[in-house]
């Protein structure tokens, strides 16, 4: 129990480009979904936090024109990043929780994005 | 503010021996405290969690943590690695809903 599915799980685009990635929780209602980027060889950092139905809360320092967040249903969040630039090249991770499964965070297996 | 101290970025031990990885931590409250364990190009899978109640928390594929408020740690264990648990794992502190990670460490098993 408790899977959490991203798609795709590695894109490349060029520079410019927009790019949507799908965070799915399969067998559970997320009621909060968690986008993190990770950098090689380092740690995972929270980019933002979506509750369904309402606008995702950024953490300071990310740019939320860049990094759209949608999280229409309780199964479905999706991070779109806009106008996509090299540096923009990272692992995104999601992650979902739901009150019925403790306090606790279900984490996607991940999408490389390469940005040419 | 919270924080997480992994002092070891790469750890190598043999197959069948013992593990330790080190984990400090530093909040303002009684922490939410996980270890993850992530393989190369995935995301994120729970090992273990402590919420309260008893200071050894044991996990899945043989796993166990200790929770030492007194010295703000909360150390992963395993007594005897296989080739199958190289990969990196990540100490993480609460609340769940704003966790903030470790820098990892690298688990590398030799035979």
């Known amino acids: 129990g408790a899977v959490v599915s991203q798609h795709p799980s590695w894109v490349i685009c060029k520079s410019g480009t927009s790019v949507k990635i799908e965070c799915r929780s399969l067998d559970f209602q997320a009621t909060t979904m968690f986008w993190y980027r990770q950098f090689p060889k380092q740690s995972l950092m929270l980019m933002a936090t979506?509750?369904?139905?309402?606008?995702?809360?950024?953490e300071q320092g990310v740019e939320k024109d860049k990094f759209l967040i949608n999280h229409a249903s309780l199964t479905l969040s999706t991070l779109t990043v806009t106008s996509a630039h090299p540096e923009d090249s990272s692992f995104y991770i999601c992650?979902?929780?739901?009150?019925?499964?403790?306090?606790?965070?279900?984490f996607g297996p991940g999408t490389r994005l390469t940005v040419l | 503010a919270q924080s997480v101290t992994q002092p070891d970025i790469h750890i190598t031990v043999s197959e069948g021996a013992s593990l330790e990885l080190r984990c400090n931590y530093s909040?303002?409250?009684?922490?939410?405290l996980f270890w993850y364990v992530q393989s190369p190009g995935q995301g994120l899978q729970l090992l273990l969690k402590?919420?309260?109640?008893?200071?050894l928390v044991q996990g899945i594929k043989g796993f166990e943590a200790e929770f030492k408020r007194s010295q703000s740690s909360f150390n992963l264990r395993k007594p005897s690695v296989h080739w199958s648990d190289a990969a990196e794992y990540f100490c993480a502190v609460g609340p769940y809903e704003k966790l903030t990670f470790g820098t990892g460490t690298r688990l590398t098993i030799i035979p």
């Open positions: 992650s979902a929780r739901a009150p019925g499964l403790g306090d606790t965070q279900y």
């Open positions: 909040y303002g409250a009684t922490p939410y």
């Open positions: 979506s509750n369904e139905g309402s606008k995702a809360t950024y």
């Open positions: 402590y919420f309260s109640g008893d200071t």
